[in-house]
């Protein structure tokens, strides 16, 4: 009753943890699309229309572009003519100021030069002076006009017909009587004389324009209601792309409302429900194992999550093309890290999701999907850096490819061909050639080991595994005999054969801080024959231990750890554990003394290695290599470990086993096979 509960409560724990994956991921995918009042369809100009015949269902004026409307303002804005307000007191302050600074006369000059200057300052400012920056502006066009306001009238004036600050001063000194007279003028510093009387009425001025800019027609014509618009497969011209536009802007202030926006936000969160449930349910039928692990549900759902926030915000930002992003990336490290079908599934449920927030889905869709598969097919075991080159190049091919398909299939002229796009496609495998950094980064992050890092530690010139050569020569062979054994019967079933070569190489090497005291490095003499029998299980368990230590030191993989720690999993070191009870038979024995840290192998490729490093081993005390004698041994281990429940926690089958058995049996008769006895020659 009590099992039956905590099953039960199992289930619902997991449901409960499924669930929430799901909301989670649904809700930052949603919160990010998207969502544009009034956008009813995705087009562009000098494409075919995708959707069905379109027939104007009320009138609606046909609005002029952007840029035809900013070409009407610009003419009119030549049109304009500001507004400045002329201010007599700046005339009589600085004319003032001038005479009482020179009421003596100007050294060097007869006194009535005062008096001309004076009156030669009364004409300027009667023409008036604008601020040099305004005036620079509106003088880049001779034909400019102001209006100056004097009371209540306001006369048009050229603007060249005005002083800048600058300009009045130069005009002093083209006057004939001051004119010979600059060189002793120039030291009264008549410039501090000049001050703009022009002041520019900003707020009438804005008013005027904003009048006339009113003027101008938004519109350049009308749909009536039942008049057709565009049908299936007709190429968007100028004039239609802006019938189009304005038959959305008219939808939009017709429909636009709260209730339309929640509409859109509810349609988009059921779609992207449907979707992230159906992948969830994928896994939960067909990949139970990737609940188990943390790592893999964080990768699938992080990508799934990426890259349409991406596309999303590329979309609604109008940044670039979404061609760019490099969607492929997503498959190429579940193929790497978990199988092909799952990445073929997650990469179709990551772009159908993106499709949503670009322009054409359905050629978006069959671009990707076809990258993706593209990607998956060419990395079925990545192995060497020059398979992402290769992968690159092939989804940009394919990619090219598939386009070029579809535009030859919707054009009718083929000069009509738009060439842009490939320049995406370009910088697209640009960016996959990054793969490689980005796994490691992921290997990192999620703790995956890939088929690269394990080709790369499984190499015996690394420091770890040549010191293992060195020290415990005996072992390195042991491990390498394991490793081919385990590696083939991982190709029969279907397991991973380079990850259980690579954990062989290194599952030993505890044995490095002890190495005579296990046999294949001995030389004639036990150091056990010392010991005790405590003492020998105590060394000869501690090699996993250590083992442990080593691989922390040397920074080794999670997942060659594990190998570590399973190859004799819970199991008892039953040579010395026998040995103790036949020499204590009146004594209770405390098994723990004698049993391996654990845990049990929990993964086929663990299984595989303990049952290949057990007859491996134990091959070696065979007093006679027969067929019979290998058999029986492989066996009675075999099945000794699967009667001791060592196999209980992995996947494996007793299918899976009886391969192994068959496997090991033939490598083990191939190795220690008898050579036939050459005749001697006689006399």
């Known amino acids: 009753m009590i099992r039956f509960r905590n099953i039960e409560n199992h289930y619902w724990r997991n449901m409960a943890t499924r669930t929430a994956l799901v909301i989670v991921t649904v809700v930052l995918i949603v919160l990010f699309l998207p969502r544009t009042e009034g956008k009813l369809f995705h087009y562009d100009e000098g494409k075919p229309w995708m959707y069905g015949q379109l027939i104007a269902k009320f009138d609606f004026p046909v609005f002029k572009t952007d840029d035809a409307l900013k070409a009407e303002r610009d003419s009119m804005m030549k049109q304009f003519q500001p507004y400045f307000n002329i201010n007599p007191a700046v005339e009589q302050r600085e004319v003032a100021q001038f005479k009482a600074a020179y009421k003596d006369g100007i050294p060097g000059l007869p006194l009535e030069y005062v008096g001309i200057i004076a009156n030669r300052l009364h004409e300027i400012y009667q023409v008036g002076i604008i601020d040099p920056q305004q005036y620079s502006t509106l003088v880049k066009d001779s034909d400019n006009l102001i209006r100056v306001v004097t009371g209540k009238q306001a006369v048009s004036l050229p603007v060249n017909r005005t002083y800048s600050t600058l300009g009045a001063y130069e005009h002093l000194f083209m006057d004939p009587e001051l004119g010979p007279q600059r060189a002793v003028l120039q030291q ?5 004389y000049i001050e703009a009387n022009l002041i520019y009425d900003k707020d009438r001025s804005e008013t005027e324009m904003n009048d006339m800019l009113s003027l101008i027609p938004q519109a350049s014509g009308m749909v009536l209601e039942g008049q057709r618009i565009i049908d299936r497969g007709d190429i968007i011209d100028s004039k239609t792309y802006r019938v189009l536009n304005s038959f959305e802007q008219a939808m939009e202030k017709r429909n636009a409302s709260e209730a339309e926006v929640t509409s859109t936000l509810i349609g988009q969160s059921i779609y992207v429900l449907i979707l992230i449930g159906l992948f969830t349910l994928y896994l939960a039928l067909f990949r139970k194992d990737y609940f188990e692990k943390p790592r893999s549900i964080s990768l699938l759902y992080t990508m799934i999550v990426l890259f349409p926030i991406l596309t999303s915000l590329m979309m609604e930002h109008n940044i670039l093309s979404v061609y760019i992003l490099p969607f492929t990336m997503a498959p190429i490290f579940f193929r790497v890290f978990m199988d092909s079908r799952t990445a073929f599934i997650g990469h179709a449920t990551m772009i159908l999701i993106c499709a949503v927030a670009v322009k054409y889905q359905y050629e978006f869709i069959i671009v990707q999907l076809v990258a993706g598969l593209v990607a998956i097919y060419s990395l079925r075991e990545l192995s060497k850096r020059s398979q992402i080159f290769l992968t690159a190049l092939l989804v940009t091919i394919g990619s090219a490819a598939v386009y070029l398909s ?23 495998g640009f960016f996959l050639l990054f793969n490689y950094t980005m796994m490691l980064v992921i290997e ?6 890939s088929t690269v890092t394990m080709f790369e530690l499984s190499n015996t010139n690394n420091e770890l595994l040549r010191r293992l050569s060195e020290v415990a ?33 290194y599952h030993d090497i505890g044995k490095m801080v002890n190495p005579v005291f296990f046999t294949e490095n001995q030389a004639g003499v036990n150091p056990h024959d010392k010991l005790t029998d405590l003492e020998s299980a105590r060394i000869i368990i501690s090699h996993v231990t250590e083992g442990l230590k080593l691989a922390e030191k040397y920074n080794l993989p999670r997942a060659i750890k594990d190998f570590i720690t399973t190859h004799h999993g819970a199991g008892l070191a039953k040579y010395f554990y026998i040995h103790y009870k036949n020499e204590h038979p009146d004594e209770q024995v405390d098994e723990e003394l004698f049993r391996y840290p654990g845990p049990n192998p929990f993964t086929r490729e663990q299984a595989i290695l303990m049952m290949s490093d057990t007859v491996e081993a134990a091959s070696r005390s065979l007093t006679e290599y027969t067929e019979e004698s290998i058999s029986d041994l492989v066996n009675r281990l075999i099945d000794g470990q699967v009667a001791q429940g060592n196999f209980t926690d ?34």
């Open 444 to 449: 990192k992050t999620f703790g995956f080991v």
């Open 650 to 683: 992995c996947p494996i089958t007793f299918q899976d086993i009886s391969i192994a058995k068959n496997v090991i049996t033939e490598r083990l008769k191939a190795m220690y096979h008898t050579r036939i006895q050459y005749p001697e020659l006689k006399a």
């Open 406 to 428: 579809l535009q030859l299939i919707q054009a009718d002229d083929l000069s009509k061909l738009d060439h842009t796009m490939y320049y995406h496609f370009g910088v697209n």
């Open 473 to 505: 020569p005996g072992t390195f062979q042991h491990s390498i005999t394991v490793g081919n054994l385990a590696a083939e019967i991982a190709n029969k079933i279907g397991a991973k054969s380079q990850l259980v070569r690579t954990g062989a190489l």
């Open 188 to 192: 009264c510093n008549l410039n501090e």
